[in-house]
């Protein structure tokens, strides 16, 4: 079974940076395409981007295109999330999680999720 744990979370002021990580441990080999969700207080679960594993191919949700990176070290197994100029609208909490099938903007296409990592962009 792989597991997931996300990690970089925190409070910031808007403009500023963070750098969110996701160590994936155990049975990796199985996964090809990482994501990355948050969700907000009272909203729904929704996509930030994701990124393959073998080609390094991501995609971004609109909202955080030009100011998310999504990247990998596949050697240490490990998925970023570079967050620049924050906007106190990009508050929630952040979860990566391993694709299994399907549309990969959908949270239902993920079997595997970490405990998620808070960050709060205050004004």
């Known amino acids: 079974q792989m597991q997931l744990l996300e990690s970089g979370g925190g409070l910031v002021q808007a403009g500023d940076s963070l750098r969110l990580s996701c160590a994936a441990s155990?049975?990796?080999?199985?996964?090809?395409?990482m994501g990355w969700f948050r969700q907000a207080p009272g909203k729904e679960r929704e996509f930030v981007g994701f990124?393959?594993?073998?080609?390094?191919?991501?995609r971004s949700a609109d909202s955080v295109k030009g100011r998310f990176t999504i990247s990998r070290d596949n050697a240490k197994n490990v998925v970023y999330l570079q967050m620049n100029s924050l906007k106190p609208e990009d508050t929630a909490v952040y979860y990566c999680?391993?694709?299994?099938?399907?549309?990969?903007?959908?949270?239902?296409?993920?079997?595997?999720w970490g405990q998620g990592t808070q960050v709060t962009v205050s004004s």
């Open positions: 990124i393959s594993w073998s080609t390094g191919n991501t």
């Open positions: 155990g049975r990796t080999s199985s996964n090809s395409i």
């Open positions: 999680a391993a694709h299994y099938s399907g549309s990969i903007y959908f949270t239902s296409s993920y079997r595997i």
